[in-house]
């Protein structure tokens, strides 16, 4: 079974830059989560997905931050404009029903903003 | 604001000792129990999941958990230099909602 996959895995840009990153769930598993890591820190969830509607997005930044998961299966979060503070690693992780589950997580996109 | 707190590290043990890292929770009503390691640039994976009281064992790895204390703990037996990683406990306040993590503890297992 493949595993989530994600891209790009680094990415370095200058603040008040865009940027988008891709995550490819695990096969049948319906929910998606994007989360913030910023180092020393435990993951914080910015959205959460079931199929492609979403289910809890209140800790987004909304003004910058946006994500979309169409047809129910890849996902992109964006972030426009970048601030120095948005520097984190985004990790995208995957469940399969029942909601509660296992969540399986990609390698996570390095993000710089200079 | 429903917080998750875990011990502060670095934890250091010698190889072969017994490792203890706690987490307590400040819900009440929280549903599910969960034990992420992450090494050093990698993603977190889930190493025990507990969701009612008392222990669960999984090979050098058992997780307590203590509803009424709002407490739960991870211990590894037998420490290895390849159990050094980060633990972050995760916990979801309801029934399918969203994992809330702790700042994680940070282990060092010495040869």
């Known amino acids: 079974e493949a595993g989530v996959a994600q891209s790009p895995r680094y990415k370095i840009i200058e603040k008040r830059q865009s940027v988008a990153f891709w995550c490819n769930p695990i096969?049948?598993?319906?929910?998606l989560y994007w989360y913030q890591q910023i180092l020393g820190q435990g993951p914080k969830l910015l959205i959460q997905?079931?199929?492609?509607?979403?289910?809890?997005d209140s800790q987004l930044p909304k003004d910058r931050f946006s994500a979309e998961r169409l047809k129910g299966v890849d996902s992109t979060l964006k972030i426009q404009p970048a601030k120095l503070e948005d520097s984190a690693v985004y990790l995208c992780a995957t469940e399969r029903p029942p909601v509660g589950d296992t969540q399986y997580f990609g390698p996570g996109t390095r993000l710089t903003v200079l | 604001q429903k917080e998750v707190e875990q011990n502060s590290g670095p934890l250091s043990v010698p190889e072969g000792a017994i490792a203890s890292l706690n987490c307590t929770y400040s819900?009440?009503?929280?549903?599910?129990f969960f034990w992420y390691r992450q090494y050093s640039g990698k993603s977190p994976e889930l190493i025990m999941s507990i969701y009612s009281n008392g222990d669960k064992e999984d090979g050098r790895f058992t997780a307590q958990l203590n509803k009424a204390s709002q407490y739960v703990s991870l211990l590894i037996r037998d420490s290895q230099p390849s159990d050094s990683a980060t633990y972050l406990c995760?916990?979801?306040?309801?029934?399918?909602?969203?994992?809330?993590f702790g700042e994680g503890t940070q282990l060092t297992v010495n040869p």
């Open positions: 997905f079931q199929n492609n509607g979403v289910v809890d």
């Open positions: 819900d009440r009503g929280s549903q599910s």
């Open positions: 995760a916990v979801t306040w309801t029934s399918g909602s969203r994992l809330t």
């Open positions: 096969s049948g598993h319906a929910t």
